[in-house]
DNA sequence: CGCTATCTTGATATGAATCAATAGCTGTGG
DNA sequence: CCACAGCTATTGATTCATATCAAGATAGCG
């Protein structure tokens, strides 16, 4: 039961009940493997399920007109996508795997009972859902209003964040599986300038990048340069109700 | 009671049942306005209440450095504030009155009661999370990918979207009470540059604007520009647990 | 009737896109 | 084990969108 990666994520939340772990290892069944490109939904699908991510990188997609791409946000081990879609029957945005994944499927209905039944679980699915609500509105600042250095270095943290959130480590050294392009389309730039900024970040000591590996040399003057907050080390849960037998 | 915009905002989506909306007009009371240009609360403010706009219009900012600023999102009449600001105890953007605006605030522990006795409202409530999601990552892809001239396109459509879905008409006219440097602070664009792309916009008639009066003149030649899906008619509640007494 | 915020318009500077060509890796099959 | 195919990364030359700087022009407001 605690090897659900979706229980070990909200146990860092909140100290689930025995009730509250039975009921979302409920959810989380029928893992399903899906090699690395392959496009797990379409923008417009009709989704009637959520997903958890069990291993791997998910990203959240959106075309436009002339094929470019915008990555809205990317998903790790823990993270419950679906997220957009559930607000209505279409599908916002593809969802692809970046790398190989592992991904839970449940149906929307399952996300219905758990609301009747574990109100708590339910502030702490809303609450989630304002995390994420968050980000993006941290990359759209990001987006907005500050060139193409700040907003690479804003990517770099926020990803070195959340994965610091999941490992509980600190580690300067990350894993990033995204090549130059993605990065681009992640950040709003074309993959040869993404290519001159790393060029130069490298040359400003401020980050080493080798295939997939990136090191945040010099954290805090990169902070400084992104004016990066982190905000995903915990949740204020005082409003939650009580946990339900 | 139903003298409630939050009723009235949610009755669109839902059939409440009278339990249900006693529960939200509960939540809505002490009615407080707050002039124009006035902060609601500020970037980092420990927040420990949600805002129901009443009346006029709101927006979330966020400051950068150089005294830059970017808009995350315009609040009308019936919105749910506090949004971001309920995963975490900081806010994570301040809230500004853009035209004179009345609010209700209420606290968050009052969520939580709500949660618990009614799973359906909390479904609600989470929907309409997700729909801000959504309507940030529209937002993303069009600051990421698009030039100038879609952006404000998209801006529009959006916000007369969001209007429409609230008024229930259908009118090309809409009332943005915006000055130039905010649409610009919305769009990620300078005041200057914002004013050549609405006059190139006017000699191509796609709209016309005089104050804070805008005329989506061409609404279909705008929707191709901005390549909008209007996501804001209705929300699935198929999923949603069934309504308690 | 001025005052101040907003808008308009021009000249110039700059970050980033685009176009284009080459170089490096990685995996695959002969 | 080599050679080739196909991504991914690097680098340069040029163009384009948008920012910046600067100076008026309007218009609402007290």
């Known amino acids: 039961m605690s090897d659900s990666c979706f229980v070990v994520r909200l146990n860092r939340y909140l100290d689930l009940t025995p009730s509250e772990m039975n009921a979302i290892a409920h959810l989380e069944r ?5 090699h690395s490109g392959s496009t797990l939904w379409q923008e417009g699908d009709d989704v009637s399920e959520l997903l958890i991510v069990h291993h791997g990188w998910a990203l959240s997609e959106t075309r436009l007109p002339a094929g470019k791409r915008q990555i809205l946000r990317f998903h790790f081990s823990g993270d419950l ?3 957009s879609g559930i ?6 945005s593809s969802i692809v795997a970046a790398t190989d994944v592992v991904v839970c499927r449940f149906p929307r209905s399952a ?11 339910a502030a702490l699915f809303f609450a989630m859902s304002q995390m994420e609500s968050i980000d993006l509105a941290d990359r759209l600042r990001a987006l907005g209003r500050s060139e193409g250095k700040a907003r690479l270095a804003n990517l770099f943290l926020s990803i070195a964040a959340r994965m610091r959130a999941v490992s509980g ?4 050294v ?7 392009s993605d990065l681009g389309d992640a950040v709003g730039l074309t993959q040869v300038h993404v290519n001159r900024l790393i060029r130069q970040m490298t040359e400003e000591k401020l980050i080493t990048r080798n295939r997939s590996t990136l090191t945040l040399v010099d954290e805090p003057r990169l902070i400084e340069l992104a ?8 949740i204020d849960s005082s409003w939650f109700p009580a946990a339900k037998a």
């Open 30 to 34: 029928e893992p399903r493997e899906y």
């Open 81 to 83: 996508i679906g997220a």
């Open 87 to 92: 607000a209505f029957r279409d599908a916002a």
């Open 111 to 121: 996300l219905g009972d758990t609301f009747n039944t574990h109100p708590r679980l």
């Open 169 to 172: 480590e600190n580690n300067p």
């Open 174 to 180: 990350i894993r990033i599986p995204l090549t130059q």
């Open 227 to 234: 004016r990066f907050v982190d905000r995903f080390s915990a």
